[in-house]
């Protein structure tokens, strides 16, 4: 079955101690993303990855980091984690190399005490 | 910045109205245009998108929206709602000249009321 795998799903942790949450695609898409979403806020961009070894930053990169070694793997890195990181995070990934549609994960609840 | 907002926050309708969630986006280039859904429990999922042509784009469950680009808008529309079509809806935007990045609207969370 086609789909974007995050895990954890849920995970609740202390001020500045380091995670890692996980996002993996079985399509062979190039393009893959991490969004927080916040109430009221929708959701917004952290970072993106063109393809293997490409990353940019999204509308709000502070805090976080990516990085995208194989085409299926793009893990979101939070090196010091902020009660301000508490969100619902998503991860996406899309057919091409360029922005299209978005396929997403099934979310992961971050909080941080 | 890119910015893109979505005026109602929270939509009540009772089945059979009509809807229409407005969509503004902040910026004159070329962009690439999507509205997106979040069922109860469910994943975010593509309702339809715009590139080019006709500007009038039909979905998935009897959705449409239409880009007008002198208002910067792309509105969503259904004719006659279901309670099955409570959700929140997500507008979200790619300037094509600003590379690679996709701009999401705040939502508007629908209630159909059976």
């Known amino acids: 079955e086609a789909q974007v795998t995050q895990n954890p799903r849920y995970l609740i942790t202390v001020t500045g101690k380091k995670l890692t949450v996980t996002c993996s695609q079985n399509?062979?898409?190039?393009?893959m993303s991490w969004y927080r979403q916040d109430p009221g806020l929708g959701l917004r961009q952290i970072y993106y990855?063109?393809?293997?070894?490409?990353?940019d930053k999204g509308d709000v990169p502070e805090g976080y980091k990516v990085s995208r070694k194989e085409k299926r793997n793009f893990p979101l890195i939070l090196e010091s984690p902020s009660p301000n990181q508490t969100s619902l995070y998503f991860c996406?990934?899309?057919?091409?190399?360029?922005?299209?549609?978005?396929?997403f994960g099934p979310g992961t609840r971050l909080t941080v005490l | 910045a890119q910015s893109v907002s979505q005026h109602n926050h929270h939509v009540i309708l009772s089945e059979a109205a009509s809807l229409e969630l407005g969509c503004n986006y902040s910026?004159?280039?070329?962009?690439?245009l999507f509205w997106y859904v979040q069922y109860p429990g469910q994943h975010l999922q593509l309702l339809l998108k715009?590139?080019?042509?006709?500007?009038l784009v039909k979905g998935i469950k009897g959705f449409e929206a239409e880009f007008i680009k002198s208002k910067f808008s792309f509105n969503l529309r259904k004719p006659s709602v279901q309670w099955s079509d409570t959700a929140e809806y997500f507008c979200?935007?790619?300037?094509?000249?600003?590379?690679?990045?996709?701009?999401f609207g705040g939502g508007t969370r629908l209630m159909v009321k059976p």
């Open positions: 996406a990934s899309s057919t091409t190399s360029g922005v299209d549609t978005q396929y």
């Open positions: 399509m062979n898409h190039e393009y």
């Open positions: 990855s063109m393809n293997v070894e490409v990353t």
């Open positions: 910026y004159g280039g070329t962009v690439n």
């Open positions: 715009y590139f080019s042509g006709d500007p």
């Open positions: 979200a935007v790619n300037e094509i000249r600003a590379g690679n990045m996709l701009t």
